[in-house]
């Protein structure tokens, strides 16, 4: 077992998308643990915390952002990275995640998305794909998904990215780069959940990687992120779609404390 993981017995189950999150993630912080503090919402992903053998924090079901964005208050020096679902941040905490990126908080979110509330047994959530047979629609969702990334750049993250658990090395490097990034880091993760809505197969055919050109132009990341409308899903780009650099929440925040 390496140094970053936990003896605590794991309950994900066996070939979820979260064990290669997890590896990726380690690798990230590789040997600066003491640096980090992690904070979870409520889920599935949220049992990180529990497996890492880092400073962590379990917020409520919705609100690892505002915990996160008060760790980073009360000691600019640590990196906090709010470990967020999608039910998690998309649905039950969309309001922070909106005003966290406004403020442009120091602090990296990631999203692991598996498009369904998995915890609790598959529900739909905010990019459940329209016709999504779940236990809460199980007739199929009537509702058309939104896209995060487009919202993200909206809403003013200055760093927004897109990995999919299943090119590890190429995830890692986004962690690496939104842990690095200075201002609001936003990474969407496409996560499978073996159970629920096993996307690897679909995934492992349309997730491509490219490299944006601009990364600093608005327009070209809101085309870029448009590419995949979360319906037909033939063409997920994955990479650094946004990175801009601009005064943070805590700058303005503790310049004259
Ligand atoms: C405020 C609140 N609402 C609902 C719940 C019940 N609940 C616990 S986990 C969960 C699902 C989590 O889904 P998601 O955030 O997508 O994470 P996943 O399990 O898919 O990783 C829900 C609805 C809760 N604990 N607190
Ligand atoms: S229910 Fe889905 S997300 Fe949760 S541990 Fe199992 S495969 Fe992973």
Known sequence: MDQLTLATENSWCPGCGNFLLFDALKKAIGKKEKEFVIVSGIGCHAKMADYININSFYGLHGRAIPVAQ????GNPNLKVIASCGDGDAYNEGISHLIHAAKRNSDITVIIHDNHNFALTVKQFT????EGFKGSSTPEGSIEEPFNPLELMISSGATFVARGY???KDHLEKMIK???????FSFIEILQPCVAWYNTFEKYNKTVYEEETE???SREKALAKAALWDYKNGDKVPIGVFYKINKETFEEK???NA
């Open 70 to 73: 008060g760790i980073k208050i």
């Open 177 to 183: 780069e939104g842990i690095k990034h200075k201002g």
């Open 214 to 216: 601009e990364p600093s």
């Open 126 to 129: 905010s990019t459940s794909p």
């Open 253 to 255: 925040l503790l310049k």
């Open 165 to 167: 658990v299943g090119r």
